[in-house]
């Protein structure tokens, strides 16, 4: 599901990824089914594959569920030897929970969870 709709057409919630300064953000607002893990996770692995980006910055402040299927998904992307940190913030904490055994099942030493955009940042910059 990549957006929900008003009945007059506006966005109301959209999931987004884009890549800037060796980055790959992603901004998830809508509910993650396996489909939409499928798009949005294909979407990094070509920034990754292209060499843009060595960083994944996960925003889940207005994140709202995630399918089993979507975080299997989600498990084998970050697991990508291609990315060397991965810093996830906000989101409740039923989302919170959900992203822990993203973590745990990804086995990858480089995944930290934070409370602020901020600290995720400048956790990933600093080498």
Do not use: H
């Not at 910055?57 to 299927?69: A, G, P, R």
């Not at 989302?95 to 400048?122: H, P, Q």
């Amino acid at each position: 599901m990549q957006k929900e709709e008003k009945n007059d057409s506006t966005i109301v919630n959209e999931n987004n990824v884009s890549c800037k300064d060796n980055i790959i953000r992603y901004v998830v607002s809508a509910p993650v089914d396996e489909e939409e893990a499928r798009r949005i996770s294909n979407s990094g692995s070509e920034y990754l594959e292209k060499g843009d980006a060595r960083y994944v910055l996960i925003d889940l402040k207005q994140s709202t569920q995630f399918s089993s299927e979507a975080r299997k998904i989600w498990v084998k992307f970050l697991q990508n030897p291609k990315i060397k940190k991965t810093a996830i913030f906000g989101g409740n904490v039923f989302v919170r929970t959900l992203a822990s055994f993203v973590i745990a099942a990804s086995k990858s030493k480089n995944i930290k969870f934070f409370t602020t955009e901020e600290e995720a940042k400048d956790w990933l910059v600093d080498d």
